[in-house]
């Protein structure tokens, strides 16, 4: 019987596979432009990157963190991220060459590590790493809105619209931005390392 620490099947695991089990149903959602379907993939990819925090969360919390769980979990965070990308490329709500810096990046970045790690060399992610997805997962749930949203405001100016299309678009611009930068930091590093 394999150990609570060695079994794939336990919470964070089971919490990262869900959020690969929602890219389906997020391209079927995306597969309509209208504001219905807009709103619930939203949601579903807001709900996916909360699992993507408590699965980290959970698995340094109760200790049980899989070899299994380290490969998937960055894994499932790209396909996510890209399925949303490029579904929304042929609604003209994002910059086709913008997916594609974000995809070149992460495509470039994944073989350096898979690289340096085959040669026993562990090269420390920067904080960018982390500004980036930040920055990315708000851009792309505004990208998914999309549309005209208000809320409630005052008496004398009953409504505040806020357009979600641009706030996603300024969110990815810094996005693409600390995309470029961080991608050249760790290729930096990495030759840096590799040079010695």
Do not use: C
Not at 43 to 64: E, K, N, P
Not at 79 to 92: D, N, S
Not at 134 to 146: E, M, P, R, T
Not at 153 to 172: C, K, Q, T
């Amino acid at each position: 019987m394999p150990s609570a620490e060695r079994t794939i099947w336990n919470l964070p695991n089971i919490l990262t596979l869900m959020r690969i089990a929602a890219i389906p149903v997020l391209v079927i959602l995306l597969l309509s432009p209208s504001r219905t379907a807009g709103f619930w993939a939203a949601a579903l990819f807001a709900a996916a990157s909360v699992t993507d925090w408590l699965d980290g969360y959970f698995a340094r919390r109760m200790g049980i963190e899989t070899v299994f769980g380290k490969f998937l979990d960055p894994i499932a965070d790209k396909l996510i991220v890209m399925t949303a990308l490029i579904m929304i490329i042929p609604f003209g709500r994002v910059p086709a060459w913008m997916v594609l810096v974000i995809l070149g990046r992460e495509i470039i970045i994944t073989g350096l590590r898979g690289i340096a790690s085959s040669e026993g060399i562990v090269i420390a992610a920067s904080n960018l790493g982390k500004f980036k997805t930040i920055f990315q997962l708000v851009a792309i749930i505004g990208l998914l809105l999309h549309f005209d949203y208000h809320w409630f405001f005052s008496i004398d100016h009953p409504y505040l619209f806020v357009n979600m299309h641009n706030v996603g678009m300024f969110y990815l611009w810094i996005a693409t931005i600390i995309t470029i930068w961080s991608g050249v930091d760790y290729l930096l590093k990495f030759m840096k390392v590799i040079a010695r």
